[in-house]
DNA sequence: GCAAGGTC
């Protein structure tokens, strides 16, 4: 039996269908495909297989120094347990092995991981290499006939990159979690792809915060021609700078103003200059992953969103495979063909019949021509609205349109500027039209809007009407977007086409960037600066770059893996040596990096600094750095995750807060101006909970959901609330309560004020009608179906739960309640 | 519980 083995299970199947003429059965074993057929069996890998890591002795990041793992063993493990098990059953059934993993570097080493795991059950059977540029039948067919071996040095350095990529990772990422006490979720990461995008973002963060801008004057007017019903076209000053060159911005206002008054003290101006010349605007290239995530970011999918559609329209059967490089249709994609497909569908088809209708249909091509896969294109099959989302169709529809622009024609602009001189002042007019659609016709992604400018000639008299002196500053350079983010890395050579966008979404899942576009956080900032000092090469694109250099010299043998891998060993020995007297030092500034990072401004009540801390259930608030000589708090809303906005509160100095929750992703502002406007209403009295303690008192409350309540001013940390109506004002009056010192209240809503009373009271006849339903614990005053789920998690489910309980563990255990409070409780049960 | 690279 013959074994052949593919990088992915698609390309088993694909495989067997063309060597066995579609004859091929498919079975499985432990949960993996197995396509098999006359004395052949072909399974498919999920990549690697087996990665590489640490003996377990140096799993325990406080046990073991950091710069030890420099020097650690590195074990290959088994990571697809199931496959590497159907793997080693299949080849003790083999007679010949033929590995046929994808055309590239990382191909050749999964190709050397399932040579060793065939050899390791069958010591005798040969095991050849096969390659192929692109799975068709021709290319596939003649692979197999003329089999080759297995590039063991081509593997060693794909080997040589993950030794490296994990030490150098490892070591730096424990020291500086180990530096900054920042164990558990939330270490301090570095790595030699995620490192230099983050300085990317960082050296950019920096440009803007050290920007200072300038301020300039444009000016316009309105030109028009003499007949009767002309439009009028805009038109912008300009004049010649000390080099000569046209200059539109205007430095010092004194001369815009003298601009202004002489455009104003004439009402014609004379066209001293036409030109007009056609531009040819050629159709983009095919899509590579990079240019995808860049068209489909641009209507509005995030490069993750994006990679993760193209993935489902993949496996699906109705795209190419996304993670590509390459920008150029190998031979066998014959255009006209794939554009028959769409021919008669009810959206897509007029299209391609049209392009059908052109002579000749030459496809575009772009700048990087690889061997693995080819660029991004529909494969013919064209999915049902019914079958897949809005955003998949949308997607889809991308992915084709753009296969239609790479075989459209040229579009045609016709550019017109006219100059004309108005009292000594120049102006210009820039105007352009689209003569001919060509691509744009297939292809809308692409803005195509014209600037009306007329037909002029030269010595032709305009009026000149509506100017406009416009007040303006120069902007600081703009944060990345995540696709220009991707591109930058492509063009730097950091990460790989199915990497890019991942090393993006680590970045925000270790606090490093948040919003979008990633702006990097304080944290990001300490962790760049520590690496800059201390170990430049990791933040660096040079690493790639000479690692890269290292794996092509193992490849073409002039060097070894342990070549590469020791002197890279003993650069990061160097490092180390350099790091061991300054870990506090490190530490500290990533420590205070991190309080940056939550913090919101000045305490009102103490003047040190106001956090946002997360309480132990969980919930966002914002608490003093003074706590616990400072207890001042203000709550948060529930929903969603707060994110510090740049914006600061006038009032109070506060920076504005963002609640990050999906699609209910709102603005709260500033949390104290939220506070004072929803929170406290009337103060009706003492808390009963902690009036005593720590002077808590009762007002009324809306919240930001719009619901009303009475509760205490010390919220969160005293959670004591009474309900009220949802509808009708609600007027605090004279009369008080002799039970609880509380007023009488009034709700005005419909025609009659109706009497709420004491508020506490009518939360007790409530709880009274109620008290049948739900957990007797809701019969005590003040105690609503929060506090008896919190009361519950510290396993107090009912009154004679609570009354044999220990007060001071309950207050212990339980957020808000003090163990007066239980006292007081259990008195009344 | 570290990286980056395959793949899903």
Not at 583 to 594: A, V
């Amino acid at each position: 039996m013959e074994l052949i083995i593919t990088e992915k299970d698609n390309a088993a199947r694909r495989i067997a269908d063309i060597l066995s003429g579609g004859s091929m059965d498919a079975t499985r074993e432990n949960g993996v495909n197995v396509y098999e057929w006359g004395g052949k069996r072909c399974v498919g890998l999920s990549g690697h297989v087996v990665g590489v890591d640490f003996p377990p002795e140096y799993s325990d990041w406080r046990d073991v120094e950091p710069a030890e793992l420099i020097d650690a063993t590195i074990e290959k493990e088994a990571t697809k347990e199931n496959i590497v098990a159907t793997l080693r059953i299949l080849s003790r059934q083999a007679e010949i092995a033929t590995i046929a993993t994808d055309y590239d570097r990382e191909g050749e080493l999964i190709g050397k991981e399932a040579y060793e795991i065939v050899r390791d059950v069958n010591e005798e059977i040969p095991i050849r290499r096969v390659r192929f540029s692109s799975i068709t039948e021709n290319e596939v067919t003649n692979a197999f006939a003329e089999p080759e071996e297995l590039d063991f040095d081509l593997a060693a350095a794909g080997e040589a990159r993950q030794i490296i990529d994990l030490i150098w990772g490892a070591a730096l990422t424990r020291f500086l979690s180990l530096s900054a006490g920042q164990l558990g979720n939330d270490f301090i990461s570095v790595g030699r792809v995620q490192s230099p995008t983050l300085k990317l973002l960082v050296d950019r963060e920096r440009e803007i915060e050290a920007f200072d801008p300038e301020d300039y004057w444009e000016l316009f007017v309105d030109l028009t021609k003499a007949d009767d019903d002309a439009e009028s076209f805009d038109a912008q000053y300009f004049y010649l700078d000390e080099e000569d060159n046209e200059a539109e911005r205007v430095w010092d206002e004194a001369d815009a103003e003298a601009a202004f008054e002489d455009l104003s003290s004439t009402s014609e101006a004379t066209v001293v200059d036409v030109n007009r010349r056609t531009r040819t605007d050629a159709p983009p290239a095919p899509f590579n992953t990079t240019q995808f995530i860049r068209a489909a970011s641009a209507i509005g999918y995030s490069a993750k969103r994006a990679m993760s559609i193209a993935e489902d329209l993949y496996t699906a059967g109705y795209i190419t495979y996304p993670r590509t490089d390459n920008t150029v249709y190998p031979d066998d994609l014959d255009p006209e063909v794939l554009l028959d497909d769409f021919v008669g569908h009810p959206t897509l088809g007029e299209d391609a019949e049209d392009l059908l209708e052109a002579d000749e249909i030459r496809p575009t091509e772009g700048d990087e021509e690889t061997t693995d896969h080819p660029p991004i294109h529909p494969t013919g099959e064209i999915p049902t609205r019914g079958d897949v989302s809005d955003d998949e169709w949308e997607v889809f529809e991308l992915v084709v349109r753009r296969f239609y622009a790479t075989v459209a024609e040229d579009a045609v602009w016709e550019h017109l500027r006219v100059v004309a001189e108005a009292a000594d002042r120049s102006l210009k007019a820039n105007g352009k039209r689209l003569v001919e659609p060509g691509y744009h016709a297939v292809y809308p992604y692409f803005s195509t809007t014209e600037n009306y400018v007329p037909d002029v000639t030269e010595g032709e008299t305009l009026s000149l009407t509506d100017i406009e002196l416009e007040e303006k500053q120069t902007q600081p350079p703009r944060r990345y977007g995540q696709s220009r983010l991707i591109e930058t890395m492509e063009s730097m050579g950091i990460g790989t086409k199915s990497t890019r966008h991942e090393t993006i979404e680590k970045l925000y899942d270790r606090g490093y960037v948040e919003s979008d576009p990633p702006r990097p956080t304080r944290l990001a900032m300490a962790v760049v600066e520590a690496a800059e000092n201390y170990a430049d090469r990791v933040v660096s694109e040079e690493m790639t770059a000479q690692l890269e250099a290292d794996m092509d010299a193992i490849a073409s043998g002039e060097a070894t893996l342990e070549d590469v891998t020791g002197e890279s060993r003993e650069m990061l020995e160097d490092i180390f040596a350099e790091l061991a007297d300054s870990r506090e030092e490190i530490g500290d500034h990533i420590r205070k990096s991190l309080k940056d990072d939550k913090r919101l401004g000045p305490c009102p009540e103490c003047g040190e600094d106001l956090l946002v801390r997360r309480s132990r259930y969980g919930s966002y608030f914002v608490g003093c750095d003074g706590y616990p000589d400072c207890e001042h708090t203000i709550p948060l809303p529930s929903t969603g995750k707060p994110l510090i906005l740049e914006e600061t509160c006038e009032d109070h100095e506060l920076h504005e807060v963002k609640m990050l929750a999906g699609r209910q992703t709102f603005v709260h502002g500033c949390p104290l101006c939220k506070a004072e406007e929803a929170g406290e209403g009337p103060i009706l009295g003492e808390c009963p909970d902690c009036g005593d303690e720590h002077d808590g008192e009762l007002a009324v409350k809306t919240l930001q959901s719009g619901s009303r309540l009475v509760g205490c001013t010390r919220y969160p940390d005293c959670e004591y609330s009474l309900p009220l109506p949802r509808r009708g004002e609600i007027e605090v009056t004279d009369e008080r309560c002799e039970e609880h010192d509380l007023p009488e209240l009034l709700v005005h809503s419909g025609d009659e004020p109706w009497e709420l009373g004491c508020p506490i009271c009518n939360y007790q006849e409530f709880q009274a009608r109620e008290s049948e339903s739900g957990s007797d614990l809701e019969s005590l005053e003040g105690v609503g179906a929060k506090t008896v789920e919190k009361l519950a998690a510290a396993g107090i489910e009912s009154l004679d739960d609570l009354t044999d309980a220990d007060p001071d563990s309950v207050a212990a255990d339980v957020d808000g309640i003090s163990a007066d409070r239980v006292r007081s409780w259990q008195a009344k049960a």
